[in-house]
C-alpha cells in the first residue's frame, strides 16, 4: 500500500531509490535544495549527466543516475511564481505527478521529494503544499496497483506543520 510521509530530514539523507531535485531549466547545479543534490551526489559527474540531457521545460522531469546520493534523481522543474494566472498551479502539479510517473518507469518504489518552487521560485508555501498534496495523492489513486513510499523531506518544524494541516484539510493521510 502506497502512502504519504512528512519526515524532519535534510533531503540527501533519506536512504531510498529516487530522490527529486528541484531543477531549473538548464539543469545546472544551482543553490539550495539542488545544491545539496549536487554535492552528494558527486557534482562533476551529475552535472555531465544533466547537460547530456540538455535541459527540461517548466512542469516537466528528467531522471539521472543517482551516482553517490542513490539509485536515480529526477529532476523536476517547478515554475517561478508570478502571481497564480499564468499556468504555476498545473505546472506545479505537474511536477509532482511526472516526477512519480518517472519513478515508477524505472521501478522504483521509494521517492523523496522537497517542495518545489516554495523557495527562491517564491511559490506560496501553503499553495505549495496544495498542490504537491493533491498530486501525490491523485497519482497513488491512479496507480492503486503500484505500491509507492512517497516521503517530503522538510527542515522547518513551521513547514512541515504547515503541509500536515493541509493534509488534514485535503482529507489526505500522513503516514507517520
Not at 552528494?40 to 517548466?58: E, W
Not at 512541515?160 to 493521510?173: N, P, Q, R, Y
Request: aromatic residues 8%; charged residues 20%; hydrophobic residues 40%.
Amino acid at each position: 500500500m502506497s502512502r504519504i510521509r512528512i519526515l524532519k530530514k535534510g533531503i540527501t539523507d533519506l536512504h531510498i531509490d529516487t530522490v527529486v531535485n528541484a531543477a531549473n531549466t538548464w539543469l545546472q547545479q544551482g543553490r539550495g535544495v539542488c545544491g545539496a543534490i549536487f554535492a552528494a551526489a558527486g557534482p562533476f559527474q551529475l552535472q555531465r549527466a544533466c547537460d547530456r540531457i540538455g535541459g527540461c521545460p517548466t512542469g516537466q522531469a528528467v531522471i539521472t543516475p543517482g551516482f553517490n546520493l542513490c539509485r536515480y534523481i529526477i529532476h523536476a522543474v517547478g515554475p517561478i511564481y508570478n502571481d497564480g494566472h499564468h499556468g504555476e498551479p498545473q505546472q506545479l502539479y505537474s511536477c509532482y505527478r511526472n516526477s512519480l510517473d518517472l519513478a515508477r518507469q524505472h521501478d522504483c518504489h521509494a521517492i523523496g521529494f522537497p517542495l518545489i518552487s516554495a523557495g527562491i521560485y517564491g511559490y506560496p508555501q501553503k499553495e505549495a503544499w496544495r498542490k504537491a498534496l493533491q498530486a501525490v495523492n491523485d497519482w497513488i489513486n491512479d496507480n492503486r496497483d503500484y505500491e509507492m513510499e512517497i516521503q517530503f523531506a522538510i527542515l522547518s518544524d513551521s513547514l512541515i506543520t504547515m503541509g500536515k494541516s493541509m493534509a488534514d484539510e485535503l482529507g489526505i493521510v500522513i503516514s507517520e
